[in-house]
Antibody
Framework: QVQLVESGGGVVQPGRSLRLSCAAS????????MHWVRQAPGKGLEWVAI????????YHADSVKGRFTISRDNSKNTLYLQMNSLRVEDTAVYYC?????????????WGQGTLVTVSS | QSVLTQPPSASGTPGQRVTISCSGS????????VYWYQQLPRTAPKLLIF???QRPSGVPDRFSGSKSGTSASLAISGLRSEDEADYYC????????????FGGGTKLTVL
């Protein structure tokens, strides 16, 4: 079955960097687009970024553009989110998610999330 | 301020039918499929409805989705205590290539 396991979260000071990873298993990773979505404490879901199955196309939300970069290594079945110049408002649980079934589908499978806390 | 608009809360008693609305625009719901997600307390979101009205295997048929124009709705019939959760709608946004937008979420309380 589809399994997505995020890691790399923790406490970091404002202005510093952090890289999140999402290990995928149970499916052909290189065949699916992947997303990052975050949820600030007590708040709703916010889409962060998407990367197509081959890594050739990426889009980032305006709130993170220029600071965050989504990437993937299909040989390692792993998705990444490089987060630079972190701000207090980036504090959230970060989820990785797989598109449901291609063909322009939205998120179908979610990981359990990893908490990022940006605080001095 | 979310691009898709949902009521912040909804409630019902066991056995009742409740609906949750999701309002968008021509570039979001008006031209794309709507997806619904259920987030139980302290857990990750889970896909509930895809492509407006399709249920993944394992989702009870008490849950149904519909779409009309630039709005969509999630209906839950035969409400149960375990349905108490946050519900989110989502869609592509054609004004921003490759961007996904979510509703602000609706907290459903089973009285």
């Amino acid at each position: 079955q589809v399994q997505l396991v995020e890691s790399g979260g923790g406490v970091v000071q404002p202005g510093r960097s952090l890289r999140l990873s999402c290990a995928a298993s149970g499916f052909s990773f290189s065949s699916y687009g992947m997303h990052w979505v975050r949820q600030a404490p007590g708040k709703g879901l916010e889409w962060v970024a998407i990367i197509w199955y081959d890594g050739g196309t990426k889009y980032h939300a305006d709130s993170v553009k220029g600071r965050f970069t989504i990437s993937r290594d299909n040989s390692k079945n792993t998705l990444y989110l490089q987060m630079n110049s972190l701000r207090v408002e980036d504090t959230a649980v970060y989820y990785c998610a797989r598109e449901l079934d291609g063909s322009g589908s939205l998120l179908g499978y979610w990981g359990q999330g990893t908490l990022v806390t940006v605080s001095s | 301020q979310s691009v898709l608009t949902q009521p912040p809360s909804a409630s019902g008693t066991p056995g009742q039918r409740v609906t949750i609305s999701c309002s968008g625009s021509d570039s979001t719901i008006g031209s794309n499929y709507v997806y619904w997600y259920q987030q139980l307390p302290r857990t990750a979101p889970k896909l509930l409805i895809f492509r407006n009205n399709q249920r993944p295997s394992g989702v009870p048929d008490r849950f149904s989705g519909s779409k009309s124009g630039t709005s969509a709705s999630l209906a839950i019939s035969g409400l149960r205590s375990e349905d108490e959760a946050d519900y989110y709608c989502a869609a592509w946004d054609d004004t921003l290539s490759g961007h996904v937008v979510f509703g602000g979420g609706t907290k459903l309380t089973v009285l």
